[in-house]
């Protein structure tokens, strides 16, 4: 079974999306005893909405808890150093364009992109894992190659 990294803060915000999900499973209950009172089944949008919200709810209790074992807690307050590892801001500019970019390795389930935090198993995070400035990497893109050069690496919990 692998572990998959997490950040403290990561853990307890799905710990408190798992009790607030647990919490919604009597509204859906109730919501399709209520659709099943009105009658036929198979014309019935709200019987079909209470189903597919309790199947949405339900699979994702089921995926969070399914990785709750698998968790390694890491305190990003306690890392530093000059190599990329998780919890590193690390800023690459693309040797062929100069364009910067700037992303924070998470683990998967609290990288958000549009955020600027990525996980340490996308392509891009797993290139930059144990590089240091100056260190060149080469992403595939559908586009193609990307050459990357890592310009800082560093941990803004420890600043």
Do not use: W
Not at 90 to 114: C, F, M, N, Q, W
Not at 126 to 135: I, N, Q, S, T
Request: hydrophobic fraction near 35%.
């Amino acid at each position: 079974m692998d572990s998959i990294p997490i950040t403290i803060e990561g853990f307890k915000r799905l710990e408190e999306e798992l009790h607030r999900l647990k919490k919604e499973r009597p509204e859906v209950i109730q919501a399709i005893k209520e659709a099943r009172e009105e009658g036929d089944l198979k014309e019935n949008a709200g019987y079909d909405a209470a189903r597919e919200r309790q199947g949405m709810l339900e699979a994702r209790i089921n995926y969070i808890e399914s990785r709750m074992s698998r968790f390694t807690l890491i305190d990003l307050a306690t890392l530093d150093g000059e190599i990329v590892t998780f919890g590193a801001t690390v800023e690459i500019e693309d040797v062929d364009t100069g364009e910067l970019k700037k992303y924070t390795l998470l683990g998967p389930d609290e990288a958000e992109p549009s955020k600027g935090s990525i996980s340490v198993f996308s392509p891009v995070g797993r290139a930059m894992l144990g590089k240091e400035v100056g260190d060149e990497i080469v992403v595939e893109a559908p586009r193609g190659k990307i050459q990357y050069e890592i310009v800082s690496v560093v941990f803004e919990a420890c600043q």
